[in-house]
């Protein structure tokens, strides 16, 4: 959802490059000869491994415009009587931002559900299932194309990122270079 929009400038400077992209959330490509860079989710620091950070998110609540037109989300205590959507292997996510939101104690409310990727919360929400919470990066889209709205105007950093990471010490094939070099620059103005 970052990526995609942004990938025709990158074709507009380098027409004769041709990427290839492999999506998996789980996989591990670093150090498998076929993959030059890797954008992976954390904290940056992963051992024998270069990382440059692509994100700065903020999270913040997605729900459908049904759910927030009816009146059911008005206040932070009124996510007690919803379902949370949580992402697995986000390490800052629901229990971070209700600590923001002064009701902590609803990280254990009535209902969680547990999926895999953001993208699949972010259908969850809009199909009415829960609200989701967003990294700023990821559900921009969505926000922008109505689907998803924020309940709530509270936004909460968080030290978690995408980062564009590859092998310490291995010299990048010149393709994976120029797409790293224009990765980190369009990255930059998000900051």
Do not use: M
Not at 52 to 75: A, K, Q, V
Not at 133 to 148: F, P, T, V
């Amino acid at each position: 959802k970052w990526l995609a929009p942004r990938l025709p400038d990158f074709y507009a400077r380098h027409p004769n490059i041709q990427l290839r992209f492999v999506s998996s959330v789980w996989n591990e490509t670093v150090g498998n000869p076929e993959y030059d860079l890797d954008i992976r989710y954390g904290t940056g620091h992963w051992p024998g491994l270069s990382s440059d950070r692509l994100t700065w998110d903020t999270i913040s609540p997605l729900c459908s415009r049904t759910l927030l037109e009816n009146g059911h989300l008005t206040e932070y205590r009124d996510l007690a009587n919803h379902t949370l959507i949580h992402v697995l292997g986000y390490q800052e996510g629901w229990a971070k931002w209700l600590r923001a939101a002064g009701v902590a104690e609803l990280a254990e409310g009535r209902g969680n559900l547990q999926v895999d990727n953001s993208l699949l919360a972010f259908r969850l929400a809009a199909h009415n299932c829960g609200v989701a919470l967003a990294r700023s990066s990821l559900g921009e889209w969505d926000i922008g194309s109505k689907q998803l709205l924020h309940p709530f105007d509270l936004a909460v950093s968080i030290d978690e990122a995408f980062y564009l990471v590859s092998e310490s010490g291995v010299q990048p094939h010149p393709n994976a270079e120029a797409f790293r070099t224009w990765l980190l620059e369009i990255a930059r103005p998000d900051v």
